[in-house]
């Protein structure tokens, strides 16, 4: 508001006088100022004058040279007035007040936007159906609006035809914004999207050009290239590139640029506010919209969409789509409040603002993976954005902003050999401590700018550089990691081994080649209806023959340690009273080689299920002692070759695994189980187990004592078994479901553990088992007596157990005498412990992981540890693109939230030493064949292509994080 006037005459320029259709006037058209009597009746309708300068009103002569001054489809064309202009203090108040006001509205918008997002795209992931999750967010808006309006939370508009006319194109670009953004996040990462919707300035000037007539000044349309080339670059740097996902953020921009400007000049002049328009404009939306969702998709997909959703996600479903519908309609309704106070320029300025919070918060809370190439598009975009928004503005765009960015400025307008207008000064201020961490970022950014500069700039740039980074920047880097880890990297050790797991059976084929003997899982996989879609492992991955081009795959992934297992039929095609197969040991010791030369350290199982086919038939398998020699020849025999090289060595994986699966239930060979348990021609299941295992116990003890008497001293290395490991939870907190969850990790992973620390099996087996369970000898003791150097622990799940000794309780897996008498499952109450998997037993419970080694820590004394699997499992739907397949955002999710719990556990002090996941490539997965993808790379399984998922790039960069942190530790200290 005017409040007086020096002068009672004068001229001055203002395009906000002429008729709307004219969008400029030249500075040199003059137009007489009223007097002091009659100047109430010349104010703006809609907020304060903006003032450029008070200096030399009346006196001061106009320059005749015209000049352009116009904003982007400013519909209040609110532009500055050379007027010598006083506010009263009242008036002071009133204009800080409002700037506080609209500095509230901006917070709150974004902080409802990035709240929003979240849940938005939990939904998208769970429940892929934009039109309807667009659908449901307008209608809960409506909904929220209608009964504010009923019970007078907020005045109802008043309203009429005209006003629902000049409303519908502002409804119509709306509608079409709101769903293309949604299936643009329904198709890539929240990031991507609305690094793409970063360039909606870009679109707002060409609109304003080329379909309103408006004409900017130059260095706006220059301000264009950093953000078109911005959003380009990271369009084209992506890691998972999706057209769809890529048009529809475009889409968005168009459409929501035509909306905003509509919708500032449907609120002009008119009696309804911004969050009453916005409410109107829901609902036209709305009724717009559903016809349209409705034929696209239709109930019947919504409904078996929803109850899929439902059985993964348990009712926090439910509460997601709540949360999204909510949030959509209060941060968009705040918006509006907002653009009712500003013109559509500051609002598009305030959009891209609102887009980097989103941008920032969803890359740490969904551990979306970015390239550093992907990350300086969007920079570039970004401050392409903010050099728009100063470009209307005459003299130095950058007066009020601090560090980087000034000096950026002041450099760029010094002539060269000229230095710069005191490019310094802004160091001898304090800035907040939450600038610091920006202005890195933004000198990070215009740092790629100075090399076009004079030397002088450059040569002071250079040592400011030296002087910011030398204070703050390793600290600031060092916590920000940390924080997008999920987790404190500096808590894993300095040689802790990042890796990939495989096995000779899943990965090597060539079952026949170089004189290999068959297994016992060739001959298994060969025997009708075993494997569940007809396949072997004959050729697998060919991995035995793409070794070189799969280490070349883990080399990208930046791990250091490739966890692999060799096939016994392989170096002994017929045991101990047959040959050693030269063929074999010339395979793996050119294995191990390339692994040593790349850097990577070799893991090596010496038996993971497989056998030679022979020692089942000569002796029974694992049912017989004389495996027992057998396994310390075969031992003996990897040692002496390939010892020097290896340093930690695996005896057997997940033994508790292979004689449940190969003599209870019959599910792996030898496939002997009870009529009772399965399918199979022999066997018991009540007793054969237990001899198995112990077999396979004295077995482990056996081989490690020859290597600790013989080459651990000499080759440095240790040795050590690994176990499938399953958390269990109490089904309740009752003191018998307690001890239920303990019996059950008695009856698996102790059931082994135990002996081989111990020298006894636990006690609930022996209370429960009693004459069933084989006794160990004093010798077995002696050699059992902590016959390992570290566990291994396969983990992925977790279940609850339900005592069945002192309650009743349904028949199921754990439920008999011999497995504990506890009934594991993973429901309780109808609610899953955690998100289904493709596999039946696979849940999502990351807690878990934490608990798990938390558990082992404690039991075993802080025996070290090694991670030796963990992966998520994708079903190979044969109706699935590559794209999708390689899109495996669960995957990363799944495992950023294990790799968070692990970290938990190691600053709580347990000793954990590595981590492998599984798997670096699809491959066969036993009796579901190939019908399960567990991979980082996706392999097609007719031409064998590797192609890294996006889990590959993430896992790739948790790795260089790690490594960066470590690094800047060392230099910190």
């Known amino acids: 508001m005017i409040s007086s006037i020096k002068q009672s005459t004068g001229s001055f320029t203002r395009c906000d006088f002429l008729p709307r259709r004219q969008r400029c006037v030249a500075k040199s058209d003059v137009v007489s100022v009223p007097s002091s009597a009659n100047v109430q009746g010349f104010k703006c309708s809609a907020k304060p004058l903006y003032i450029c300068s008070v200096e030399g009103f009346g006196s001061r002569s106009i320059s005749s040279k015209s000049s352009s001054v116009c904003r982007a489809y400013e519909a209040e064309r609110s532009q500055p007035l050379d007027l010598n202009i006083e506010l009263s203090d009242q008036e002071a108040r009133s204009e800080a007040a409002q700037k506080l006001k609209i500095g509230i509205y901006f917070a709150t918008w974004w902080a409802l936007n990035v709240v929003f997002n979240i849940y938005n795209k939990k939904v998208l992931n769970a429940f892929p159906y934009p039109w309807l999750t667009s659908t449901l967010s307008l209608a809960t808006g409506s909904l929220m609006m209608l009964i504010s309006w009923a019970v007078r939370i907020a005045e109802p508009p008043k309203t009429d035809l005209d006003f629902w006319k000049t409303l519908f194109p502002v409804a119509v670009a709306h509608t079409i914004g709101h769903v293309a953004a949604t299936v643009s996040m329904s198709k890539v990462a929240v990031s991507f999207t609305h690094i793409i919707k970063s360039g909606e300035p870009a679109f707002s000037v060409l609109v304003s050009r080329f379909l309103l007539g408006e004409t900017f000044p130059v260095p706006v349309y220059f301000s264009l290239l950093p953000i078109i080339g911005g959003c380009a670059l990271a369009a084209v740097t992506e890691l998972n590139f999706n057209m769809t996902g890529f048009m529809g953020a475009m889409i968005s921009n168009l459409a929501f640029v035509f909306r905003n400007i509509f919708s500032k000049r449907g609120m002009k002049g008119k009696s309804v506010g911004g969050m009453n328009y916005y409410a109107c404009l829901s609902m036209l939306s709305l009724l717009i919209l559903t016809p349209f969702a409705i034929a696209v998709e239709g109930p019947q997909m919504w409904a078996a969409g929803w109850q899929k959703a439902i059985s993964q996600i348990g009712p926090n479903f439910i509460w997601w789509v709540a949360a999204q519908s909510v949030f959509y309609h209060l941060y968009n309704q705040v918006s509006y409040m907002s653009l009712d106070q500003i013109s559509p320029l500051t609002f598009s300025i305030g959009n891209t603002m609102k887009r980097i919070s989103v941008i920032v918060s969803s890359i740490i809370i969904f551990h979306t993976p970015v390239q550093p190439v992907n990350a300086l598009g969007a920079a570039i975009a970004i401050l392409g954005t903010f050099l728009y928004s100063q470009a209307c503005f005459e003299g130095n765009p950058f ?461 075993y004394s802080g025996i070290p540890m090694f991670i030796t699997e963990n992966g998520y499992v994708d079903e190979n739907d044969p109706n699935s693109t590559i794209e999708e397949f390689l899109y495996d955002v669960k995957r990363v999710e799944y495992m950023a939230a294990y790799l968070d719990a692990l970290s938990t556990a190691v600053r709580k002090g347990a000793d954990v030493r590595g981590y492998f996941a599984w798997s670096l490539l699809d491959n066969f997965e036993w009796t579901y064949g190939y019908t399960k993808r567990f991979g980082l790379h996706h392999v097609d399984y007719g031409t064998l292509k590797r192609t890294p998922k996006l889990s590959a790039t993430w896992y790739k960069l948790f790795i260089a994080k790690y490594s960066l942190v470590k690094t800047l530790i060392v230099k910190e200290q």
Request: glycine share 8%; hydrophobic share 35%; proline share 5%.
């Open 399 to 859: 007066k009020t902003v601090p560090g980087p960015f000034k000096l950026f400025w002041q450099c760029m307008r010094s002539k060269p050999g000229e230095e710069p207008t005191d490019p310094f000064h802004y160091l001898q201020l304090d800035p907040p401590k939450r600038e610091v961490q920006l202005d890195i970022f933004i000198w990070m950014v215009c740092n790629l700018g100075f090399t076009a500069m004079n030397m002088s700039c450059l040569h002071k740039v250079f040592f400011l550089s030296q002087f910011l980074l030398s204070i703050v920047s390793v600290s600031c880097l060092i916590e920000t990691l940390k924080q997008n880890l999920g987790g404190d990297p500096s808590l894993f050790p300095s040689n802790f081994l990042f890796g990939t797991a495989s096995s000779s059976y899943q990965f090597e084929g060539a079952f026949l080649n170089d004189g290999k003997g068959l297994s016992n899982w060739d001959v298994f996989s060969h025997e009708p209806g075993k494997i569940r879609d007809g396949s072997t492992g004959d050729i697998a991955v060919d991995h035995y023959h793409r070794y070189l081009e799969d280490i070349d795959l883990m080399v990208s992934l930046g791990v250091n340690s490739y966890r692999f297992s060799i096939s016994w039929a392989r170096i002994l095609p017929k045991g101990r009273f047959g040959e050693v197969n030269a063929a074999g040991i010339d395979h793996y010791n050119k294995l191990i080689d390339a692994l040593v030369l790349k850097g990577l350290e070799p893991f090596v199982t010496l038996t993971h299920f497989d056998i030679p086919q022979e020692l089942e038939d000569t002796f029974g398998g694992w049912l017989s002692p004389k495996l027992q020699e057998e396994f310390r020849y075969y031992a003996d025999i990897c040692f002496k070759t390939f010892g020097d090289r290896v340093k930690y060595w695996v005896t057997f994986n997940e033994p508790n695994i292979q004689v449940i699966a190969g003599y209870r239930s019959g599910s792996y060979p030898p496939s002997r189980c009870s009529s009772s348990y399965g399918n199979c021609t022999y066997g018991d299941s009540e007793k054969e187990p237990f001899v198995a295992a112990h077999n396979i116990i004295l077995s482990h003890a056996t081989v490690v004592d020859i290597y600790r008497r013989q080459y651990q001293e000499k080759q440095g290395g240790s040795i050590g078994i690994v176990l499938h490991a399953k958390w269990i939870e109490p089904f309740s907190n009752s003191t018998a479901d307690k001890l239920a969850a303990d019996r059950a990790q008695s009856f698996s992973m102790n059931w082994f553990l135990d002996p081989i620390i111990f020298g006894r099996y636990p006690e609930e087996m022996n209370t429960i088992l009693g004459s069933i369970l084989p006794e160990f000898s004093s010798n077995d003791r002696k050699k059992l007596n902590k016959a390992l150097d570290f566990i291994g622990i396969n983990h992925y799940t977790s279940l609850y157990a339900q005592d069945c000794i002192f309650s009743l309780c349904e028949p199921g897996k754990g439920a008999s005498r011999t497995e504990g008498f506890c009934r594991q499952t993973p429901q309780k109450d109808g609610v899953s412990i955690g998100e289904s998997t493709a596999l039946a037993w696979l849940y999502v419970y990351p807690q878990g992981m934490e608990k798990m080694v938390t558990y082992v820590k404690e039991r």
